[in-house]
């Protein structure tokens, strides 16, 4: 079983920065493939981005070229570097890992994802 704890969240302008980093437990994060999906206030939990054990990524239109995905093996743990933050980012902010390999286009379905963080709040104030 893998536990996954996300941090990093917080209250921030519109145009500011936070980093999200979600720690995972066990030996074996390199291979898993990673993603980072959020929920807002009514609205259903949407694709963010995601990175494979290769090291490919994969970015929802919306945050492309404002957020970055990455993983540090090393440490177990992957990253969101989101910039230019806009109110509409506001969510809360899961992390979820996959054991599986599977085509690029599935990264985006929440159903690929075996384990799940319990999410930390993003907040952007206009």
């Known amino acids: 079983q893998v536990q996954l704890v996300e941090s990093g969240g917080g209250l921030v302008q519109a145009g500011g920065s936070l980093r999200l980093s979600c720690t995972a437990s066990?030996?074996?994060?390199?291979?898993?493939?990673m993603g980072w999906f959020r929920q807002a206030p009514g609205k259903e939990r949407e694709f963010v981005a995601a990175i494979r054990r290769s090291g490919v990524t994969y970015y929802a239109d919306s945050v492309k070229g404002r957020f970055t995905i990455s993983r540090d093996n090393a440490k177990n743990t992957m990253y969101l570097q989101m910039n230019s933050l806009k109110p509409e980012d506001t969510a809360v902010y899961y992390c979820?890992?996959?054991?599986?390999?599977?085509?690029?286009?599935?990264?985006?379905?929440?159903?690929?994802?075996?384990?799940w963080g319990q999410g930390t709040q993003v907040s952007v104030s206009s």
């Open positions: 066990g030996r074996t994060f390199s291979s898993y493939s």
């Open positions: 979820a890992s996959a054991a599986s390999v599977y085509s690029a286009n599935s990264y985006v379905r929440e159903s690929v994802y075996d384990y």
